[in-house]
């Protein structure tokens, strides 16, 4: 099992920053893969970025590329998420995820652990 715990969400406003962090533990391994989602009310669960455990590969969400970041610390257990030039539309309950595998997914059933979520509200 993996438990994964995110903070760092808030109320900001448009043009403003925030840092996701979401630190992993259990039996993590090098060989998996993780996630950012977000969903907004009465919303799907849609992707926002991925990183490989060892940081060598990322993808992001077109409607995000340009603003955030993904990257992770030396250990790989924690995954941050920087988010710059926010909009009213990033806000969202934002969760991370591990994937038990290598490969970037983009879909939320391409994941195996999930997080409690963190609240992001941007004002405009």
């Known amino acids: 099992q993996v438990q994964l715990v995110e903070s760092g969400g808030g109320l900001v406003q448009a043009g403003g920053s925030l840092r996701l962090s979401c630190a992993a533990s259990?039996?993590?391994?090098?060989?998996?893969?993780r996630g950012w989602f977000r969903q907004a009310p009465w919303e799907d669960r849609d992707f926002v970025a991925a990183?490989?455990?060892?940081?060598?590969?990322?993808t992001y969400a077109d409607s995000v590329k340009g603003r955030f970041t993904i990257s992770r610390d030396n250990a790989g257990n924690t995954v941050y998420l920087q988010m710059n030039s926010l909009k009213p539309e990033d806000t969202a309950v934002y969760y991370c995820?591990?994937?038990?595998?290598?490969?970037?997914?983009?879909?939320?059933?391409?994941?195996?652990?999930w997080g409690q979520g963190t609240q992001v509200t941007v004002s405009s």
């Open positions: 995820a591990v994937r038990r595998a290598y490969g970037l997914g983009k879909r939320p059933y391409n994941y195996d652990y």
């Open positions: 990183i490989t455990w060892g940081g060598g590969s990322t």
């Open positions: 259990g039996r993590t391994s090098s060989s998996y893969s």
